[in-house]
């Protein structure tokens, strides 16, 4: 299995644009975690997923922030329109039936 | 507050100590998670624990469910263990949403 892939690795865009970030879990998992990653806050949870619906989406931030799983196999998170702040690193992460998380390498958000 | 604290906050060792890291909880769990970070990387889970030991290679885990502590323990440390090593349990005992530590961060020297 490739694991859990995110894509793009990195991104930089200007204030004001729309950005989409990807991840396809590992087959079989239930769960998919969208994880913003800051120096200031540490880890944090966006928004998770059971089965492709949305269970708890408190932690996004506001409604500039959407995320949808289509199917079992993919999940996008969207910032629309995107601000400075956002900047961060943006991990999915899926759960597998034996409880274990396996996180994906991350997207590097760069807004300016 | 933080609901999961680690301490130390940063670790400074030479190459071949053993290390110690805790983790403290405050609320009936499930499971616990020791994850791993190195720098600029990706995380990385390292064990998923609810009673007893694990030991994977040079790393053990333990955790005291009644204490609500978990240990994470390298022995004959090597600067590749340098990394940031964070805990973290479900939230509300769950394992669909995880409550994260804000990480030690290790540093071996060779």
């Known amino acids: 299995d490739a694991g859990v892939i995110q894509s793009p690795r990195h991104e930089v865009t200007e204030m004001g644009q729309e950005v989409t970030l990807r991840c396809k879990p590992i087959?079989?998992?239930?769960?998919l975690f969208w994880y913003r990653q800051t120096m200031m806050r540490g880890l944090e949870l966006l928004i998770y997923f059971n089965n492709n619906v949305p269970i708890d989406d408190s932690g996004m931030p506001e409604d500039r922030f959407s995320a949808k799983m289509p199917n079992a196999s993919f999940s996008t998170l969207k910032i629309q329109p995107s601000e400075p702040r956002d900047s961060a690193v943006y991990f999915c992460?899926?759960?597998?039936?034996?409880?274990?998380?396996?996180f994906g390498s991350g997207t590097r958000l760069t807004v300016v | 507050k933080n609901e999961v604290e680690q301490s130390p906050q940063n670790l400074t060792a030479q190459e071949g100590e053993f290390i110690t890291i805790n983790c403290s909880y405050s609320v009936g769990i499930s499971a616990l998670h020791w994850l791993q970070q190195h720098p600029g990387g990706g995380i990385v889970s390292l064990f998923m624990l609810s009673s007893g030991k694990k030991k994977h290679g040079r790393l053990i885990a333990t955790i005291n469910i009644q204490e609500k502590h978990s240990s994470l323990h390298i022995t004959a440390s090597h600067p590749r263990d340098s990394a940031v090593y964070i805990c973290a349990h479900g939230r509300g005992g769950s394992q669909g949403n995880l409550i994260f530590g804000k990480g030690t961060k290790l540093s071996v020297k060779p």
């Open positions: 087959s079989g998992h239930d769960y």
């Open positions: 992460a899926s759960l597998g039936p034996s409880g274990g998380y396996t």
